[in-house]
């Protein structure tokens, strides 16, 4: 099924591993050009690498910047790499385990 977005922009955050990769892999398979934005640079960098491996439709471009979406200064880096996305997905690590009265 032709979706209709092949060539769009997405920002996807939380995207090095869990649901934001899955979300990363399924637009740029798609044909979606991607960033992908997570904090640790090594698995960020190799989940990119992973991606741009794949059969990917041609001119599809992955790239990636290392930042915290949480803050102004990470936001900031991503605006600075890229101003403008057609697609956002809005994910970051959820809160850690615990009791649920705390
Ligand atoms: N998995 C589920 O079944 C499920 C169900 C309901 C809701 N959720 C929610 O969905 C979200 C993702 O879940 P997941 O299971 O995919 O988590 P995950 O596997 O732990 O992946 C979290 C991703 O977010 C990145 N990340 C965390 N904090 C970040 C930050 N401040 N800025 C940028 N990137 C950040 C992590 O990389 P770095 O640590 O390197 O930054 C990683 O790439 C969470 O909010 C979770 O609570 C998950």
Not at 12 to 36: D, P
Not at 77 to 93: E, L, M, P, Q, S
Request: proline share 4%; charged share 15%.
């Amino acid at each position: 099924m032709d979706l209709g977005i092949a060539g769009k922009w997405a920002l996807v955050g939380g995207a090095s591993k869990g649901l934001g990769y899955g979300c990363a892999q399924a637009l740029a398979q798609e044909g979606v050009n991607v960033l992908m934005v997570a904090r640790g640079q090594e698995t960020l960098a190799q989940a990119a690498s992973n991606l741009r491996a794949q059969a990917l439709p041609g001119g599809t471009s992955v790239e990636y910047v290392t930042a915290d979406i949480t803050t102004a200064a990470g936001r900031a880096a991503i605006f600075a790499h890229r101003a403008a996305f057609d697609i956002v997905v809005t994910n970051a690590g959820g809160p850690p385990p615990g009791d649920f009265r705390d």
